[in-house]
């Protein structure tokens, strides 16, 4: 028997009550992470009081897609933005997160478990939109993947061990000039 096929990995999210909601389905990777950053951009710009990440149904975290969040954690701190938490993670997601330090700097609550005073979060199902980041060329992908990593090694000191190949890679394609258009 064929496994019935899985639903694409995608991001959602809804403003409702000056509250933003951002829904990570499927893989949270690097495809993911520039819809990722566009849906806390345009909370910002919604003056939003607060982002909640919902993780029930992520199934999995690359590095680049944690460093998305690890930057979302760095700009909540700033009073000039608003606080962000992460709610439903999963047990294992979380572990990935407290391994590379990002529990420290972004507040998560495993399935279940929501902050006092949240309020009903079953008004964002009907509001939740998908969000497609913009296509991005091969420097602009490296670019962002490089800003994650190096976003990381911030959260904490042990990451720049871990992530010193992976940035000297994107730091050398970064520095390549972006290849000529094909004359056919």
Known sequence: MTPPPRAPSQVLAATVDRCTMIAVRGAGNFRLAPAFRQAVQA??????ELIVVEMQ???ALDSTFMGALAAL?????DPNNPPAILINLPANLAALLTN??????????????????????????????PVTGEPHSFQEMNALM???????TRVDPANIQRFKDVLALLRKDLDMPPAPPSGD
């Open 73 to 77: 954690g760095f700009s909540a701190r």
């Open 57 to 59: 149904a992520c199934t």
């Open 100 to 129: 590379l330090g990002i529990h420290r700097i972004l507040k998560s609550y495993s399935a279940g478990a929501f902050p006092e005073g949240l309020g009903d979060l079953s008004q964002f199902a009907d509001n939740l939109q």
């Open 146 to 152: 490089f800003d994650a990593h190096e976003t990381l």
């Open 43 to 48: 909370a910002r710009l919604a003056d939003t």
